[in-house]
């Protein structure tokens, strides 16, 4: 007989899966985001813009933009052999914001992208997920010819409280969107274990 040796195989670990939301404004990056860190082929439900819809998109500042997600994007990104992020880019115009409350529905924390050249398009996200209770961070995203700006200015315009996690990134890259999600993810626990301690007396 052998001695110190388990005669048991080691059991494959079962991975934890997580629901983050990716929002934003039309336009802000959303689906590059989800496209840029998926290690599956994203599904994506982009539909050409119309002249139909030209009187209820603004197009401002996104003028060369051509198609609009009307569902969501989804994808998936295993950050460890034991955690899974499924993603969800909700679509950014108002007209489809009545998918939200369904995309939302079991979701651990939320990425708000946004664009210093347009940052009033934030506002909606920020108070849904404020609302709703979502732990959410803001990803400010890069743009060639946008202005940069210190944290404090952006954190200020969008009257983020300083427990709210607020960083640049590239949507197109990688590892600085895996830096945003990773973000999320230890908010929302943080802030989960904070709302599971005892009240102090």
């Known amino acids: 007989m052998v001695f110190g040796r388990s005669s048991r195989r080691e059991t494959p670990v079962e991975p934890v899966t997580l629901k983050i939301l990716v929002a934003g404004g039309f336009g802000v990056g959303k689906t590059t985001l989800v496209g840029a860190v998926s290690e599956i082929k994203p599904l994506r439900t982009e539909e050409t813009l119309s ?6 998109d603004d197009l401002d500042g996104v003028e060369s933009k051509s198609t609009t997600t009307v569902a969501m994007d989804f994808g998936r990104i295993t ?12 679509p950014g115009q108002d007209r489809f914001w009545f998918l939200w409350d369904e995309l939302a529905q079991g979701a651990l924390g939320a990425v708000v992208l946004a664009d210093t050249r347009r940052l009033e398009d934030s506002f909606a996200a920020i108070d849904y997920f404020e609302r709703r209770g979502i732990p959410f961070t803001v990803g400010v995203n890069r743009f060639e010819g946008a202005d940069e700006y210190p944290e404090e200015t952006v954190r200020a315009a969008l009257d983020l409280g300083p427990e709210v996690p607020l960083m640049t990134c590239d949507a197109r890259e990688r590892e600085s969107v895996k ?4 973000a999320v993810v230890e908010h929302a626990l ?3 274990t904070r709302e599971r301690e005892p009240a102090a007396t």
Not at 51 to 56: D, F, M, T, Y
Not at 179 to 182: D, F, K, P, R
């Open 51 to 56: 002249e139909a819809g030209r009187p209820v």
């Open 179 to 182: 830096s945003v999600l990773v």
């Open 79 to 90: 950050l460890r052999e034991d955690l899974v992020l499924y993603l969800f880019g909700t």
């Open 190 to 192: 943080v802030r989960s």
